[in-house]
C-alpha cells in the first residue's frame, strides 16, 4: 500500500467560502466582546458624568444654602477640570503598567468616595479643594476606556462602539434628572439636606461598581476566556492591519505622541466643543428653571426628555459615519447647529422658542461623539494612542473649568445667562474650523502615497 493513502485526506476550501467563514468568525468575535464589555463601560462612565455634573442640580438648594456666588460656584465646578486634565497622562500611562481592569477599578473606588464626601461640605475653599480632588480621581478613565476599545474593535466600526458606550452620557441626564427633584424633596430627612442626598445616593453606586470593573473586564482579547483561539487571532489581525496604517504606532515614543501636532488638534476640537457643553450643563437647571417657572421636579423630567433624544442621536449620527466612512460633516453640520441654537435661545423670550433652542444644542454636540472620538484612531495606535489620547483629553478637559467659569462671570456681571450662552457660539464655530483642517490634513497624508504611486508608474 502507498504511503499516501495513510495520510489524512486535506480538502481545500475554495477561497470565497473560507473567506465567508472567516467573517463569520469575526462577527462572532465582534457579537461577544460588545455584549460583554460595552454594557459595563457604559454603566461605568454614566456613574462618573453623573458625579461630575450632578452639582448642577445640588446648586439650586446648595448655593443658597451655603452662600455661594453664581462666581464662587463656577469656580468650584471648573476646577474639577483643572484636576483632572494634570493627571491625566500620568494616569493613562499607569494604566499601561497595572492593566486595564485593576486601574479602572481603582479610579471608580476614589472618585465614588470622594464623589460621596461632597455632602460634607460647608464652605468654599472645601467645596474647591473637594471638586479638584474628584478631578484627579477620575482622570485617566475615559481615555483610557478609549484605548481600552481600540484593544478590541476595529477602526471601521469604532464610531459606533463609541456611540453605544458613550450612550451613557445622555442617559446619565436622564437618571439625574429623573431622580433630582425626589432627592431634593429628602430635605430634612436624617437631618441631610436635599443636595447633601443627593451627593450620597449618586456618590456611593460608583465606588460600589467598581468591584463590577474588577470582575469582568479581562485586560485585553489575549485574556478573554469567552474568546475561542481563533476569534482571538481574527481581533489580533484586524488590529494589526490598523496600527499599520496609524501615522503613530507602536513604534512611536510617548513623547513623540505628546508633541504630535493632529493630537493638539484633536485636542483643541474637543476643547471648543466642551467649552460649549460644560458652560451650558453646569447652568442647565437653572437656565431651564428661568425660562419655564417649572419646579425643579418638572425641570430635571425635561433634561431627562433631552437626554433622550441625545442618546438617540448619538447612535444614529455613529452609525451614519460609520456606513458612509466620513467623519468631518457628521462633526462640522452639528457644531455649527449648536452655537446657533445657543445663540437664539439668548435672544428668545418665550420658553416656546428657548427650550427647543437649547435641546438641539445639546442633542447635537451628543451626536457628533461617535464620529469625532474615532478620528484620533485613524493616526494613533499601540503606546502611542495611550499617550496621545490621555494628551488630547488633558487638553480637552480645561473646556470644564473654561466653560462654568465663563458662564458664572457673566450671570454675576450682567443678571442673567443671555450673554454667557451667546459667548458659546464663538468655540462652537472654532470646533467646526478646527475639525475641518485637521480631516483635510489627513486626507492628503492619506491620499499622497496614492499619488506618488500613481506618478511613478505613469
Keep these: 500500500m502507498a504511503l ?24 462572532s468575535a465582534l457579537r461577544k466582546a460588545g455584549k460583554r464589555l460595552l454594557p459595563v463601560i457604559g454603566v461605568g462612565y454614566g456613574l462618573a458624568y453623573m458625579d461630575r455634573i450632578n452639582i448642577s442640580f445640588a446648586s439650586l438648594q446648595m448655593n443658597r444654602d451655603l452662600h455661594f456666588s453664581a462666581s464662587v460656584y463656577g469656580l468650584g465646578a471648573g476646577l474639577f477640570f483643572i484636576g ?20 479602572l477599578a481603582r ?28 478631578g484627579m480621581a477620575e ?22 462602539v463609541v456611540s453605544r458606550f458613550y450612550i451613557a452620557l445622555p442617559l446619565s441626564s436622564v437618571v439625574m434628572g429623573s431622580l433630582a427633584g425626589w432627592l431634593l424633596g429628602l430635605g430634612g430627612t436624617l437631618g441631610l439636606a436635599g443636595w447633601q442626598w443627593l451627593f450620597l445616593v449618586e456618590g456611593l453606586p460608583a465606588a460600589l461598581f467598581s468591584l463590577v470593573i474588577l470582575r469582568l473586564l479581562p485586560d485585553g482579547p489575549g485574556k478573554a476566556a469567552w ?55 453646569f447652568s442647565a437647571p437653572a ?32 452609525a451614519h459615519s460609520d456606513r458612509a466612512g466620513e467623519r468631518a460633516l457628521h462633526c462640522i453640520v452639528p457644531c455649527v447647529l449648536m452655537g446657533a441654537g445657543y ?9 416656546w422658542v428657548v427650550v427647543p433652542a437649547l435641546g438641539a444644542s445639546f442633542v447635537c454636540f451628543m451626536s457628533m461623539q461617535g464620529p469625532a472620538l474615532s478620528v484620533p484612531t485613524q493616526f494613533l495606535a499601540g503606546r502611542a494612542a495611550a499617550a496621545g489620547i490621555a494628551a488630547m483629553n488633558t487638553i480637552t478637559m480645561f473646556s470644564g473649568f473654561a466653560g462654568p467659569y465663563w458662564m458664572g462671570v457673566m450671570k454675576d456681571a450682567t443678571g ?15 470646533a467646526a474650523l478646527v475639525m475641518f483642517v485637521l480631516t483635510r490634513s489627513l486626507r492628503r497624508q492619506v491620499c499622497a502615497p496614492a499619488l506618488e504611486a500613481e506618478a511613478i508608474a505613469g
Excluded at 489580533?236 to 488638534?265: F, T
Aim: net charge neutral.
Design 4 to 27: 499516501s493513502s495513510h495520510l489524512p485526506r486535506v480538502y481545500l476550501l475554495p477561497d470565497a467560502e473560507e473567506e465567508a467563514r472567516l467573517e463569520a468568525v469575526g462577527a
Design 84 to 103: 483632572y486634565a494634570l493627571c491625566e497622562v500620568p494616569s493613562n500611562l499607569l494604566l499601561l503598567r497595572f492593566g486595564a481592569k485593576r486601574w
Design 107 to 134: 479610579i471608580m473606588f476614589t472618585w465614588g468616595i470622594l464623589a460621596t464626601a461632597m455632602l460634607f461640605v460647608r464652605t468654599p475653599l472645601q467645596f474647591n479643594v473637594l471638586r479638584f480632588l474628584l
Design 139 to 160: 482622570a485617566g478613565f475615559f481615555p483610557g476606556v478609549i484605548y481600552y476599545l481600540m484593544l478590541w474593535f476595529p477602526a471601521g466600526m469604532r464610531a459606533r
Design 227 to 281: 474568546l475561542s483561539e481563533e476569534e482571538k487571532a481574527w481581533i489580533a489581525r484586524q488590529l494589526g492591519a490598523d496600527n499599520s496604517q496609524a501615522h503613530l504606532g507602536h513604534e512611536a515614543g510617548v513623547l513623540q505622541a505628546l508633541l504630535s501636532p493632529k493630537v493638539w488638534m484633536m485636542g483643541a476640537y474637543f476643547f471648543c466643543a466642551l467649552t460649549c457643553s460644560y458652560g451650558y450643563g
Design 287 to 318: 437656565i431651564l428653571q428661568v425660562a419655564t417657572g417649572w419646579s425643579v421636579g418638572n425641570v430635571g423630567l425635561l433634561v431627562a426628555g433631552f437626554g433622550v433624544a441625545g442618546a438617540a442621536s448619538m447612535l444614529l449620527n455613529g
Design 343 to 351: 445663540v437664539t435661545a439668548s435672544f428668545a423670550h418665550s420658553p
Design 416 to 430: 442673567s445667562y443671555q450673554a454667557g450662552l451667546r459667548g458659546l457660539a464663538v468655540p462652537s464655530l472654532g
